[in-house]
């Protein structure tokens, strides 16, 4: 079992930066991936961004150049660094984790079994 608790989210302008954190309640230890989800109103959960176990990652094209995860040497903590946001990035965040192998991550819902609570962001025009 993994717990998961998202930190870091607020309210900013435009063009602004976020950070979120996400601490995990034990290490992935080598095998683990971890990534963020969010969740717009009325729109269904969607990847933003994944880092697998050998730290590769993955990002949906409206995070590319804008916003970079990263995670700490223990694997138990995932940052989302978010810069330049826009107020279509508004929503709720999901740290999402995995247990098993995966060299090269995909945003996919199914792939994960750990979920966190979520934090919110919201940015204004």
């Known amino acids: 079992q993994v717990q998961l608790v998202e930190s870091g989210g607020g309210s900013v302008q435009a063009g602004g930066s976020l950070r979120l954190s996400c601490a995990a309640s034990r290490t992935l230890y080598t095998s683990g991936y971890m990534a963020w989800f969010r969740q717009a109103p009325g729109k269904e959960r969607e990847g933003v961004a994944a880092?697998?176990?050998?730290?590769?990652?993955t990002y949906a094209d409206s995070a590319k150049g804008r916003f970079t995860i990263s995670q700490d040497n223990a694997k138990k903590t995932l940052y989302l660094q978010m810069n330049s946001l826009k107020p279509e990035d508004t929503a709720m965040y999901y740290c999402?984790?995995?247990?098993?192998?995966?060299?090269?991550?995909?945003?996919?819902?199914?792939?994960?079994?750990?979920w966190g609570q979520g934090t919110q962001v919201t940015v204004s025009s």
């Open positions: 880092i697998g176990s050998a730290r590769t990652t």
């Open positions: 999402a984790a995995e247990t098993s192998y995966r060299y090269t991550p995909r945003l996919l819902r199914g792939d994960f079994t750990y």
